[in-house]
T-cell receptor, first 113, second 112 residues
């Protein structure tokens, strides 16, 4: 069965510094990987996805993620954090040929001014 | 505006009283899904639908029912709600499994 781990409940970073939110996955076959962001009292918003191709994927709001097959990871990154990036971030995986998605527990990102 | 609309946003009900949470999307998406969000557990899939009249169980389907009679609508039915179904519920839709979801704004359900 597929699973997703986000090893950090909370990540704190100073504004202007680079940020990384970690995600590791376990799935049989090739994974389809996604990142979502949830702002307070809102639904989740899609940020980016990896299906195939380049290991570095660029998405919305300046975020990018790096797929690493050998480490089964898909970490979310941004070169320069903004206070407005403070939110809850979820990693999700779908097994190739699978029909359902599994989400990680979420990581709360706080960007400090 | 492309969106997924859930109603109601907030609901307090009593144990055993049947309720329906509605979900509608205006993007002609084939794939729709229901999730519940609980602290520390992330989002867990309840049911999903690949198309009209095609539904399947997710990871936590017990106590829930769904139907997909029309492409745009995917209601979630709790026939006999219990306190352990108190949660934040999200409906989501997508063009297909290779695409990201569009989520609704959520329904906060409390069962007393």
């Amino acid at each position: 069965a597929q699973s997703v781990a986000q090893p950090e409940d909370q990540v704190n970073v100073a504004e202007g510094n680079p940020l990384t939110v970690k995600c590791t996955y376990s799935v049989s076959g090739n994974p389809y990987l996604f990142w979502y962001v949830q702002y307070p009292n809102r639904g989740l918003q899609f940020l980016l996805k990896y299906i195939t191709g380049d290991n570095l994927v660029k998405g919305s709001y300046g975020f990018e993620a790096e797929f690493n097959k050998s480490q089964t990871s898909f970490h979310l990154k941004k070169p320069s954090a903004l206070v407005s990036d403070s939110a809850l971030y979820f990693c999700a995986v779908r097994r190739y040929y699978g029909q359902n998605f599994v989400f990680g527990p979420g990581t709360r990102l706080s960007v400090l001014p | 505006e492309a969106q997924v609309t859930q109603n109601p946003r907030y609901l307090i009900t009593v144990t055993g009283k049947k309720l329906t949470v509605t979900c509608s999307q205006n993007m002609n998406h084939e794939y729709m899904s229901w999730y519940r969000q609980d602290p520390g557990l992330g989002l867990r899939q309840i049911y999903y639908s690949m198309n009209v009249e095609v539904t399947d169980k997710g990871d936590v389907p017990e106590g829930y029912k769904v139907s997909r009679k029309e492409k745009r609508n995917f209601p979630l039915i709790l026939e006999s709600p219990s306190p352990n179904q108190t949660s934040l519920y999200f409906c989501a839709s997508s063009q297909g499994l290779d695409y990201g979801y569009t989520f609704g704004s959520g329904t906060r359900l409390t069962v007393v």
